[in-house]
């Protein structure tokens, strides 16, 4: 049996520890996500959400608890290690794209490649292969400002792919885009994750988009329950 690409045992956070204001955001997360699946997690502002893709994706740590990541507890290793993993094994996508605004679509996609270690032909090579799956690829040498929202969200998801990760995190991914547009643009990002394989967590509050999820969780009072 293969091993989960991630697992949240126990996680737990709370902001102004010891503090009135103290809030316990996270009380004892647990999550397993399987190689190749693709959860939604639905929950409202200020849930809680935010806080534990940054947990999942090593960009902030647990008060307590376990993050385990391609069968690896990550709560074990120092700051280089752990940096290390989030480089190659995980790919974020935020509700704005956070393009840089000086560089092409194109270039957008290969300069974290490049900061991987790989070369500017190889980079060059699968950044355009990425523009292609999400059919942005005539617009490869235009700058974010000259790409309408939908076009900038899905230059956005081939960055977040670039360096071909295992894991995928996505906070609200089409939350800035109209209907008509999200739902394009979400059906883009779904052929992506499936034809990589890679596994992926999302939030959304969009119901519909989590209907096309292999399983919908929902944040409720700091944990997550099934849908």
């Not at 997360?29 to 994706?57: N, Q």
């Not at 190889?122 to 974010?144: D, I, M, N, S, Y």
């Not at 995928?168 to 547009?181: C, R, S, V, Y």
Request: with cysteine.
């Amino acid at each position: 049996m293969s091993e989960p690409i991630l697992r949240l045992h126990g996680v737990t956070k709370v902001y102004n520890r010891g503090k009135p204001s103290e809030v316990m955001v996270l009380q004892g997360v647990d999550l397993v996500l399987e190689p190749g699946e693709v959860v939604a997690m639905v929950a409202p502002s200020g849930a809680g959400k935010s806080t534990l893709l940054h947990i999942a994706g090593l960009l902030d740590t647990p008060d307590a608890g376990e993050v385990w990541i391609g069968g690896t507890d990550m709560t074990r290793l120092n700051d280089r290690r752990r940096t290390a993993v989030r480089r190659a094994d995980v790919g974020f996508i935020y509700q704005f794209h956070h393009l840089l605004p000086e560089f092409s679509a194109l270039e957008n996609i290969v300069l974290p490649q490049l900061a991987n270690g790989h070369s500017s032909s190889e980079a060059t090579a699968r950044a355009h292969g990425l523009l292609e799956k999400v059919g942005v690829a005539p617009r490869a040498a235009h700058r974010p400002a000259e790409l309408s929202g939908g076009e900038q969200q899905r230059v956005a998801f081939c960055r977040a792919l670039a360096n071909a990760p295992r894991l995928l995190l996505a906070d609200e991914p089409t939350g800035n885009l109209d209907p008509a547009t999200s739902d394009k643009v979400f059906g883009a990002l779904m052929d992506l994750v499936r034809g990589t394989g890679l596994s992926a967590l999302i939030a959304t509050h969009n119901l519909d988009l989590a209907a096309r999820m292999d399983r919908m969780l929902r944040m409720e009072a700091g944990r997550l329950v099934a849908a």
